[in-house]
């Protein structure tokens, strides 16, 4: 791998880094005003248990697996030099996304009582009735966000980073600014129903999100055609892909769906504290180990497309090795001060964010960190088999990390509470 290409992984990298601090900076603000506005309970507790099955619906068709597939695919054609073609399959692609997105939209819209039934068993009525309905108002982002997840496979195989990185901030401040606006005037109309304003937000935000993708998209050409053509050799590659990947890296949202289902029956304000606890451990993820991973991934694909393995394994070395310069030292720093980062972050005075409040996701984060290492790395590992079209290894990780995540989760509950299903998803790392 030549200099020119390091610079170029590396200031993509760079970019994608310090627009996903900004993004968590928005992120962070987000929270703090839900949670000193509304507080730690069943409220926040319905608010985050609503994401579940909209981000379930978007990892299964565009989130992770078929956006992981796609891209070396895509990548392969545009590498070897027969771009028209690989628009003709990504037209494909896209219309079969549309159509599945709508039926399971649909489906979830009319399912969404069971389904909630289902993750979070635990809830007492109130809490249940008001995520039922958060989760009808967030299926709608599934839509754009489908839409965006889209662009971002087309321009990432273009090593095009900045519209989807500029789109990730846009989404957490679509969410601040519907909850600002909305959430006083829905919580006088209907009482207790107030955070309702920030899933608005959060549609509004999955809107943004794609319309900053949609310009640079069709810039670089986009030709769509309306086909359905799933025997094309392109799109029977990409199905032979996207299943086990999907298996791959559904394997993490499969492991907070057992924590979050297991935690609906700990005290109230628990699902919140393992979620506010995770975000705090994604954060290092995000930063460094996702920007790098996505600035790597074009690049590997590239290469393998192009029989350059030495390069592709220099490649891959170098993002590992980047990914852990950063994340070790940063684990065991969150963990040292988790407590004053979470009060310092959380606890305002006359705010309802509590000491106890800080406790909680305290232990919480002190076991993620356990696993933030491995965490980090899987990012890079997994694109880097999914440039060679190995989706047998990261299949057989994820769904070892299930078994042993379940096995682990109903084991640690009962005696270390949320602080055991923390260290249940982190072994499993």
Request: aromatic residues 12%.
């Amino acid at each position: 791998m030549d200099e020119r290409q390091k610079r170029g992984i590396f200031q993509a990298a760079g970019l994608l880094a310090f627009t996903t601090v900004l993004s968590r900076i928005l992120g962070y603000l987000r929270d703090v005003i839900i949670y000193n506005e509304i507080g730690q309970n069943y409220m926040t507790d319905a608010y985050n248990a609503a994401f579940s099955i909209p981000d379930f619906i978007y990892s299964i068709l565009m989130g992770g697996a078929l956006s992981s597939a796609f891209i070396p695919v895509f990548s392969a054609y545009i590498s070897t030099e027969r771009e028209k073609e690989g628009w003709k399959v990504a037209s494909i692609v896209f219309n079969w996304v549309i159509v599945f997105m709508l039926v399971l939209v649909c489906m979830g819209m009319i399912f969404t009582p069971q389904l909630i039934q289902l993750l979070v068993p635990g809830f007492d009525e109130p809490a249940m009735k008001l995520t039922i309905d958060l989760t009808r108002i967030m299926l709608i982002q599934v839509i754009f966000m489908c839409l965006s997840g889209f662009s971002t496979g087309i321009l990432n195989s273009y090593k095009e980073f900045r519209a989807p990185a500029i789109g990730s901030v846009l989404y957490n401040l679509g969410i601040i600014v519907g909850g600002l606006l909305l959430a006083g005037p829905i919580e006088q109309r209907f009482p207790g129903y107030g955070i309702a304003g920030f899933s608005i937000g959060v549609v509004l935000g999955a809107f943004l999100n794609f319309a900053v993708q949609a310009p640079k998209l069709f810039r670089l050409g986009w030709s769509y055609s309306l086909s359905f053509d799933y025997k094309h050799p392109g799109v029977k590659n990409l199905i032979g892909l996207i299943i086990p990947v999907f298996i791959g890296l559904a394997a993490s949202q499969i492991n907070l769906f057992v924590n979050q289902n297991l935690a609906s029956g700990l005290e109230e304000g628990m699902v919140a504290a393992l979620r506010t606890a995770q975000r705090l451990m994604q954060l290092p993820i995000g930063v460094f180990a996702i920007a790098i991973a996505v600035a790597v991934f074009p690049t590997m694909t590239s290469q393998v497309a192009q029989n350059k393995l030495d390069e592709y394994k220099q490649t891959m070395t170098m993002g590992l090795r980047s990914v852990n310069f950063i994340i070790i030292p940063c684990a065991v720093g969150i963990a040292v001060l988790r407590e004053p980062i979470i009060r310092f972050m959380y606890e305002f005075m006359g705010g309802k964010f509590t000491a106890e409040n800080t406790a909680a996701t305290g232990e919480a984060l002190l076991f993620y960190c356990i696993g933030l290492f491995a965490y980090g790395s899987i990012h890079v590992l997994s694109r880097a088999f999914y440039s060679l079209n190995d989706t047998k290894t990261p299949v057989f990780a994820a769904i070892s990390s299930i078994v042993v995540n379940i096995i682990l989760s109903i084991i640690l509950v009962d005696i270390m509470q949320q602080g055991g299903l923390a260290l249940a998803y982190s072994v499993c790392g």
